[in-house]
């Protein structure tokens, strides 16, 4: 659907900004290489023609969650805890069970699937991923759902608040 | 030449797998959430790309709900771990044990 150097390239970056945040030792330069992430994952968006998907990409994730965590990194102060330290059993049950997950995954793309693609044109696609088209599908067959979707919303910054004042001894 | 829908799921493969190992390895539990919001990114990119590649729009209609519920899974997940931070003062998963006793 577009170039595919700048897919590989935005990839690659995201994978990469991925493992920095993994194995970053400071929560703040984990939060950073994640929105680093959401920022070419954002890019490939749109390297899908999705350009709506791709803006609240940047809005929603990049501009309002790691925000609320860089704050609340902020106001709790932390120190930089020891990880990825000592290897033990856990550790390396863990990164097989990873990498057993990565095969599996792998595996399925690669026997490929008998999917029925539609043949696709550009157009159709930029068209697919207009918040026009978007928008009259959320506020017509969906409009229920996106009104569910508000009161979660609602009841999540009502919990939030009330979670967060309470102390758990 | 275009990008095949393979590359895409790929990608999206390989980082949901980071955010496992995320959630597996690191005892920071803000890293944590973090993982888990990578897990949710990745299964939006297969969302995404499924969708523009087969000419339905009903993927990314999910897609924007499932930000909705990552947003507020954010919000609550960061909310018990202030409620933690001021009883316990650590963030450390491995010392969190209120169902323990």
């Known amino acids: 659907m577009a170039s ?14 991925s493992i920095g945040m993994l194995v970053a030792r400071s929560p703040v330069s984990s939060a950073l290489w994640l929105v680093l992430t ?6 490939i968006y749109l390297t899908l023609n999705a350009t709506f998907i791709g803006v609240i990409q940047i809005l929603v994730y990049a501009g309002a969650i790691m ?14 805890l020891p990880q990825l330290g000592d290897l033990d059993g856990t550790k390396i049950l863990g990164f097989i ?10 595996y399925v793309l690669a026997l490929g699937f008998d999917l029925p693609i539609a043949p696709v044109t550009p157009a159709m696609a930029a068209e697919g991923g207009d918040a026009g088209t978007l928008g009259k599908a ?32 | 030449m275009e990008v095949a829908l393979n590359w895409y799921l790929a990608l999206g493969a ?3 797998t980071i955010g496992t190992l ?22 939006n990119l297969t969302l995404v790309a499924f969708s523009q ?34 009883g316990k003062s650590t963030v450390d998963i491995t010392e969190i044990n209120l169902f323990k006793h």
């Open chain 2, 53 to 86: 590649f087969m000419g339905d729009a009903d993927g990314q209609i999910l897609v924007l709900f499932s930000i909705a519920v990552a947003a507020a899974e954010a919000a609550v997940g960061l909310a018990i771990v202030i409620a933690i931070f001021r």
């Open chain 2, 22 to 43: 995320g959630v597996l390895f690191k005892r920071n539990a803000i890293v944590l959430l973090m993982s888990i919001e990578l897990m949710l990114n990745a299964v």
């Open chain 2, 14 to 16: 390989l980082l949901f």
């Open chain 1, 97 to 106: 069970l990873g990498v057993a997950i990565l095969a599996q995954l792998l």
């Open chain 1, 138 to 169: 959320l506020f017509t067959r969906y409009a229920l759902h996106l009104e569910i979707a508000g009161i979660l919303l609602l009841a999540a910054t009502i919990g939030a608040v009330m979670l967060a004042q309470r102390r758990f001894q």
């Open chain 1, 38 to 43: 959401m920022f070419s994952l954002s890019g």
């Open chain 1, 67 to 80: 925000v609320l965590f860089l704050f609340v990194i902020m106001l709790l102060n932390l120190s930089a």
């Open chain 1, 4 to 17: 595919p150097f700048l897919f590989f390239l935005l990839a690659a970056l995201a994978i990469v900004a």
